[in-house]
Nanobody
Framework: QVQLVESGGGLVQAGGSLRLSCAASTSIFNHMGWYRQAPGKQRELVAV???????SIADSVKGRFTVSRDNAKNTVYLQMNSLKPEDTAVYYCKLMRSGVDYWGKGTLVTVSS
């Protein structure tokens, strides 16, 4: 059973930074994604990193967020800089393996103006 645990969320002022971590209970030589869901809105894709390290970042956060991975630690990171109030959301990571999506329970990021 794959388990994903996100951490690193919290309250930060606009313009600040946070680094989220997603620790997996298994090796992560797979596509991994970061998603977020703001109150009253649908969950949206923020960033994806392939098993080979290729990344794709949503236009809404491009230039401010980066995604990386440490396969030795089975951990994926989301570095978030220049945070804005509209970045406030619960952030989830997802592991995609053999046609199955595994989700973490999320970590809350709140950006105050």
């Amino acid at each position: 059973q794959v388990q994903l645990v996100e951490s690193g969320g919290g309250l930060v002022q606009a313009g600040g930074s946070l680094r989220l971590s997603c620790a997996a209970s298994t090796s992560i030589f797979n596509h991994m994604g970061w998603y977020r869901q703001a109150p009253g809105k649908q969950r949206e894709l923020v960033a994806v990193i392939s098993g080979g390290g290729t990344t794709s970042i949503a236009d809404s956060v491009k230039g401010r967020f980066t995604v990386s991975r440490d396969n030795a630690k089975n951990t994926v990171y989301l570095q978030m800089n220049s945070l804005k109030p509209e970045d406030t959301a619960v952030y989830y990571c997802k592991l995609m393996r053999s046609g199955v999506d595994y989700w973490g329970k999320g970590t809350l990021v709140t950006v105050s103006s």
